[in-house]
């Protein structure tokens, strides 16, 4: 009797699960082929890992559900009733509602500081996100002198010969002096300290670009491509988090999948495959014919007719680099090349627990606010000294849901990467002085003194000398750990759209000699081999069904 097809999917996050789930329930399929999913950790997920701390179910990966109209996430969430919940959760009451936007030195920013500014950067996003157009800007009222910043940066990047190479940092901050230039005979600001209009406005810009860096995972907005900014699509409707946790998606993914078909502490090491011709690999009862093998890390190894790679963008830059030997022979240059273009962030979450004094819980009338947090520039001679640097480019400090004594605070690029190497004490007392440094100073002080303040029922008031203190910390490591490398894929500049489409072709390459003896060898499924929905779990969702679809095609079974 001929044997099965053996099928082995590298990764048991979202696109390996969802992979597998495909192939395992199509009609017919699971008799045709043998399937197996190898996962290096000792859990499912990948990059989806939720938690709990402080009573309160938390994400320490992926958190949210990007629109939910037409969003397959949304879909099984609501199907398995993942929505609902007696247990709080994070972000429950959705983003943070009314943020206090405070200035380093206790200063609290009016809308109408704020808002103008705010309106610039979001209008910036949107052109450069094909959101707006010169056409769409509108041509009257507040729209049109708010999208002029934009229109005039737009002017400025295609007389400078377009936008070939050129950044979303170098067009926001282009529209920023384009803004600047529409309103030189403002009057100066008062009550700020050493603040002046300009240099809030600024430092408010530059909060978010911060924000903007945790969405994307570029570390520096410099490095993110503009061209292909417009290229990337969310789906309509609100943003939510998932009320029984993100891990309910993959635990239904996985749990059609009969006992042993995920092989958890499966490190791969190597991954051997046949590009001329077709070589029968010596096992020791003789010779088999499948074309690849698999190597793990404790020296044992598995033969495939087919793999899917699910690993991350980061662990194949590592994987394929000039010392590295992941994949034997090496992968062709057309996918190396994709490979090392294409960019790759850190983003990671702090959660602290907070309480207003001492260990005693904060009851109904104390509240932590949700936080804007605008600071000087690290090297500004007005910074507060004992804010450290990797608090500076962080952009806000809010609780998880309305009333929850734990907070969140999201950090990106070498920032994101010096928080994995810090530990709960300096943390705890970097938090405690930038909160210090940004409360309002007493009435009683000089101007340029910082005193402990707390804040209570979204108010500001004096509080003992305790102060508001941070107890347990908890953080994310996706940069550290060795199964990531980092977060998750962005089109960085040098880069484009059809890196990713590159990214997501198979090997053999289809339609080569090689491809005829032994097709589908290598497929690669991924957040970062989606073209339009990069850097999302839709993204590797469908990534997944992809390469399924792909397989049951070419075995002529029923895909979608």
Request: glycine share 10%; proline share 5%; aromatic share 10%.
């Amino acid at each position: 009797m001929a044997k099965k097809p053996r099928i082995v999917i590298i990764g048991a996050g979202m696109a390996g699960l969802t992979a597998a789930n495909k192939l395992y329930t199509s009609t017919g399929s699971d008799h045709l082929f043998e399937l197996v999913v190898v996962e290096g950790g000792d859990r499912i997920g990948g990059r989806i890992n939720t938690s709990e701390f402080c009573g309160d179910r938390i994400e320490m990966g992926a958190t949210w559900i990007h629109g939910i109209g037409g969003s397959p996430v949304h879909q099984i969430a609501r199907e398995i009733h993942a929505l609902e919940s007696d247990k709080p959760w994070e972000c429950m009451d959705g983003f943070s509602g009314e943020p206090k936007t405070i200035a380093e030195g206790g200063f609290e920013l009016n809308a109408s500081i704020v808002d103008p500014i705010s309106t610039v950067f979001k209008n910036l996003m949107d052109f450069a996100q094909g959101k707006l157009t010169e056409d769409s800007a509108g041509s009257g009222g507040d729209a049109c002198y708010y999208n002029f910043a934009a229109k005039a940066a737009l002017k400025d990047c295609t007389s400078n010969g377009g936008f070939g190479n050129q950044s979303v940092g170098a067009f926001l901050r282009r529209g920023l002096g384009a803004y600047w230039d529409s309103c030189k005979d403002r009057e100066e600001l008062n009550g700020y300290g050493k603040w002046s209009r300009k240099l809030l406005e600024e430092a408010v810009f530059a909060m978010h670009e911060n924000t903007q860096r945790t969405y994307t995972s570029a570390g520096d907005l410099f490095n993110l491509d503009y061209e292909a900014e417009s290229e990337y699509r969310m789906f309509p409707g609100e943003e939510i988090t998932i009320s029984k946790g993100y891990l309910s998606i993959i635990e239904h993914l996985a749990s059609v999948l009969p006992p042993g078909v995920i092989q958890l502490g499966r490190k791969v090491t190597r991954i051997e495959w046949q590009l001329e011709g077709h070589k029968s690999i010596q096992v020791p009862n003789g010779y088999d014919s499948r074309p690849v093998k698999i190597e793990f890390c404790d020296g044992s190894f598995m033969l495939a007719d087919h793999v899917i790679v699910t690993v991350s963008l980061g662990v194949l830059k590592s994987g394929t680099g000039q010392d590295s030997g992941m994949f034997n022979p090496p992968l062709p240059p057309f996918k190396t090349e994709a490979i090392s273009r294409l960019g790759y962030g850190v983003v990671n979450k702090l959660f602290l627990q907070w309480s207003p004094n001492g260990n005693r819980p904060a009851n109904d009338k104390e509240k932590f606010p949700s936080l804007q947090m605008v600071f000087h520039p690290p090297e500004s001679e007005l910074r507060h000294e004992k804010i450290p640097g990797w608090m500076r480019r962080t952009a806000s400090l809010s609780p998880i849901y309305n009333n929850s004594s734990v907070l969140l605070s999201w950090f990106a690029g070498k920032e994101a990467l010096e928080l994995e190497t810090l530990s709960d004490e300096e943390i705890i007392n970097g938090v405690s002085a930038t909160v210090s440094g940004l409360l309002p100073v007493s009435k009683h002080k000089k101007e340029d003194k910082y005193n402990s303040r707390e804040f209570c029922n979204g108010n500001v008031e004096s509080c003992d000398d305790n102060g508001v203190r941070f107890g347990k910390v908890l953080k994310s490591k996706w940069g550290s750990d060795p199964l990531f490398l980092g977060s998750y894929s962005y089109v960085a500049v040098g880069s484009s759209g059809a890196d990713l489409d590159t990214m997501a072709e198979p090997l053999p390459k289809l339609g080569s000699t090689d491809s005829d003896h032994h097709p589908l060898q290598i497929l690669f499924a991924g957040e970062a081999t989606h073209r339009t929905h990069y850097s999302t779990t839709h993204g590797a969702y469908f990534s997944g069904l992809r390469e399924a679809n792909r397989l049951l095609k070419h075995y002529r079974c029923v895909g979608i």
